[in-house]
């Protein structure tokens, strides 16, 4: 696998948590910062096609009334509750 070095400035306190997890791993800096910046990266891209999923559900639609989840919302702390809103 072809590699490229990628320099970053971080905080003190974030470069000595990284230090700390190698130790604790017994594995390199490299690894925890290839580690935690994948695990990221994956994070984003779920948070990309859901947003993407979301706003193509307001496109075609697909929305519950504020007013509707508001008035459920209050109703959760009364003895009667509502339904949720569909």
Known sequence: ??????????????AERVDETATRLERSRAWVVKQALTEWLLQEDERRRLTLE?????????????????A???SLSSGN???PPR
Not at 1 to 14: G, I, R
Not at 54 to 70: P, Q
């Open 1 to 14: 696998m072809e590699t490229k070095v990628l320099t970053a400035h971080v905080p003190l306190e974030l």
């Open 54 to 70: 979301a706003l193509a559900d307001v496109e075609a639609g697909n929305v519950i009334d504020h007013d509707a989840v508001e």
């Open 81 to 83: 509750p509502l339904s």
């Open 72 to 74: 459920w919302a209050k």
